[in-house]
């Protein structure tokens, strides 16, 4: 069993759409939790960054942490074309690494 | 404020050959991690240097190898080049407890 588990997707959205990305994970141990974006040909970007149950609301997008069902959800509201992009979950262990999903293509259609 | 930069931004190397991948990391930053990113795939933890020494290893083997400069700058070194070894290879500066900030990434190609 992968310590992360995200659906590759493609996923296709109209313009407008609210997104929902989501992960599990295996081990109840894990603190950290973070979601990224990356653009083609670029390096991952932070989008939101929490360590605690609960939602945490960044403009359009709310990161959700479920530690009881190990699940994490990011929700894109009013996705626009910019939004196209892979998003990856990560999970900071406790060590010092971070554990990343194989991320979710998203397409937003104009 | 420069972010993290990486060079060379792409390379070809022959089987067998060893590569020398550079990262500077973002002002501020004491903590540099390389990581590994195959097609399609999420990045996966090479290792972790932080005073300039190796505090975490993936599972990666000892053909990779790294070190950081008083300067906070990293090398990643991959010795004996095999064809799987194609990759993104992407270099992130950190604080401890907070997200990464990636650089752009070098673009391997093993023919």
């Known amino acids: 069993q992968k310590e992360v588990e995200q659906d590759p997707g493609p996923l296709s959205v109209p313009e407008g759409a609210i997104v929902s990305l989501n992960c599990t994970y295996s081990n109840s141990a894990f603190q950290y939790f973070m979601w990224y974006r990356q653009y083609s040909r670029k390096g991952p970007e932070l989008l939101m960054y929490?360590?605690?149950?609960g939602n945490k609301e960044d403009g359009r997008f709310t990161a959700q942490v479920d530690k009881s069902s190990k699940y994490i959800s990011l929700f894109i509201r009013d996705s626009q074309p910019s939004d196209s992009a892979t998003y990856l979950c990560a999970i900071q262990t406790g060590g010092f690494k971070t554990i990343f999903g194989a991320g979710t293509r998203l397409f937003v259609k104009a | 404020d420069a972010g993290v930069t990486q060079s060379p931004t792409h390379l070809i190397k022959t089987r067998g050959q060893q590569v020398t991948l550079r990262c500077s990391p973002k002002s501020g930053h004491d903590t540099v991690s390389w990581y590994q990113q195959a097609l399609g795939q999420g990045p996966q933890f090479i290792f972790q240097y932080y005073e300039e020494e190796e505090r975490q290893r993936g599972n990666f083997p000892d053909r990779f190898s790294g070190h950081q400069f008083p300067n906070y700058s990293s090398e990643l070194n991959v010795n004996a080049l095999l064809l799987g070894d194609s990759a993104l290879y992407l270099c992130a500066s950190s604080f401890p407890n907070y997200g990464y900030t990636f650089g752009s990434g070098t673009r391997l190609t093993v023919v």
């Open positions: 929490t360590y605690s149950s």
